[in-house]
């Protein structure tokens, strides 16, 4: 009797079978409205790191108590590790494996794009005020939308300033207002080098320095200052590269042009930034700042503190943008925004995207600012996603307020699947234009070649999850289908 078995008809019906199995996997949640969460919900949630979670823990209570958190009857909140690659890791292991148990979880700023894609996080567009987004830093918010749509919230961000030597300053009668251009600082910082009192006998005090290494950090500041020459579409989500144009070129030309061609001091001559300044990251820009070797430094904020520390006299700005540029944009922005995984689903969705929004309120904004770890009574705080707090920060806090006017010129990093390759890439041809190993016109010509191929090119596989789920069914059900039909036929 089997051997009567119609072959063709069994291959149409293991196709079928295949193909039916597929939307389990890969159709989307459905967008209608959860019902209002019932007694009993507990929420999981998992921060980039034990840092972040006194800040969490301290407005749990208040969440429960408000409306927000109606329905749910206690907020566990964990770490998904100390570093930022054993937090990928354990997130995308969780993940794509679908053992996930959070309901909310923490990601970084440039991890939009591969979750969304993944289909690991949800839409927000339906469930958030859109319009209320404004109150926030445009780079965190900017962080949060891919391909129009907004898959993350906002909760902190860490963001670039300039750093400069108030008692140099004033020795040589210089304002603010002096160097809120690059132009304008490099007259500056080339006034006092070349001025025998203003360098108080230092002959290692240097201009300007940055974070220039080829690395992140180095692609960091490829953005600030493109950005700040109104340059804000280098790379879009949707997969546009503009590399090489004459607005990055114009800000690429100059910072060249501000780097000494061989090894040694600056002073007595017409560049600011020494040769050795290109190898420079936080820790060792930070270093020669806090030596007293630098008039001007760009740096995130904990160099706030060290600079105190050391009795430093010093103030900060935002970092300048270029004479006659219009939207403009200075401070590439890190830290964490908040989404709901896929997984979470029914009663506990919703839950999840009101504590989301919740985190996103003064009172949360401001407990993630002056969080103190429990266990050593030492400050944890990250600075704000809520530009009010900037105006109004609570007692003790008002020195952030230095960083109000920065804190609206933010903008984020490209949130595209690609930005690994395309930020390694970044890092490798701006070290190249900076120290002259390549031109300018050669070096961007070039990156923008580049980052298009790998753009136009296959997306870097999705990590596996959904594929091999599917295979899998359509094993089982034909593997089930061939046990029934054996048994029917004998």
């Excluded at 054993?86 to 591969?114: E, F, K, M, N, R």
């Excluded at 922005?333 to 689903?345: D, F, K, N, Q």
């Amino acid at each position: 009797m089997l051997k009567k078995i119609n072959k063709t008809a069994l291959v149409g019906l293991f196709a079928f079978l295949m193909v039916l199995s597929i939307p389990v996997f890969l159709l989307p949640v459905s967008a209608s409205p959860a019902p209002k969460p019932s007694a009993g919900v507990t929420l999981t949630v998992t921060m980039l790191g034990d840092q972040q979670k006194p800040g969490v823990e301290a407005v749990t209570a208040a969440f429960l108590a408000s409306d927000l958190g109606y329905g749910v009857d206690s907020v566990v909140v964990k770490s998904s590790g100390s570093t930022a690659d054993l937090q990928l890791t354990t997130l995308q292991t969780d993940l794509q494996g679908g053992t996930l148990t959070s309901d909310v979880i923490a990601i970084d700023t440039v991890w939009t794009a591969p979750f969304a894609d993944n289909g690991w996080i949800i839409k927000l567009d339906d469930d958030i005020n859109v319009s209320g987004l404004s109150a926030f830093g445009s780079g965190i918010v900017a962080s949060c939308q891919y391909k129009g749509s907004y898959y993350a919230y906002p909760y902190f961000m860490n963001l670039g300033v300039l750093y400069y030597r108030k008692d140099l300053m004033d020795l040589n009668g210089f304002t603010e207002a002096d160097f809120d251009t690059w132009e304008e600082l490099n007259a500056t910082a080339n006034y006092i080098l070349n001025n025998v009192s203003g360098t108080l006998d230092n002959p290692d005090l240097v201009g300007y320095v940055g974070q220039l290494d080829a690395y992140e950090g180095g692609v960091v500041n490829f953005f600030e200052w493109c950005g700040s020459n109104g340059a804000l579409d280098v790379v879009t989500s949707t997969g546009e590269v503009n590399i090489d144009t004459a607005a990055v070129n114009k800000a690429m030309t100059f910072l060249a042009s501000l780097v000494a061609p061989i090894y040694g001091g600056v002073q007595g001559s017409d560049y600011i930034i020494p040769r050795y300044a290109l190898k420079t990251d936080e820790a060792s820009s930070g270093n020669i700042w806090l030596a007293n070797n630098s008039i001007f430094l760009r740096q995130w904020p904990y160099i706030y503190s060290l600079s105190e520390g050391n009795n430093m006299d010093f103030g900060i700005a935002p970092l300048p943008h270029f004479a006659g540029a219009t939207g403009y944009k200075t401070s590439a922005i890190g830290g964490a925004i908040m989404a709901v995984p896929t997984a979470t689903v029914g009663v506990a969705r919703e839950a999840a995207i009101n504590f989301t929004k919740f985190l996103g309120m003064k009172d949360a904004q401001e407990a993630e600012l002056t969080a103190i770890d429990p266990s050593t009574l030492q400050p944890e705080g990250n600075f704000p996603a809520l530009l009010s707090v900037y105006a109004n920060p609570p007692t003790g806090f008002e020195w952030i307020q230095n960083w109000s006017a920065q804190a609206a010129l933010t903008l984020s990093r490209p949130v595209h699947p690609d930005y690994p390759l395309i930020s390694s890439t970044i890092a490798d041809y701006f070290s190249d234009l900076t120290s002259g190993v390549k031109s300018v016109d050669t070096a961007l010509t070039e990156m923008q070649r580049d980052v298009q191929e790998i753009i136009s090119g296959p997306s870097q596989p999705p990590i596996p999850g959904y594929s091999i789920a599917v295979v899998l069914l359509a094993v089982a059900f034909a593997a089930g289908t061939v046990i029934i039909m054996r048994k029917k036929l004998h």
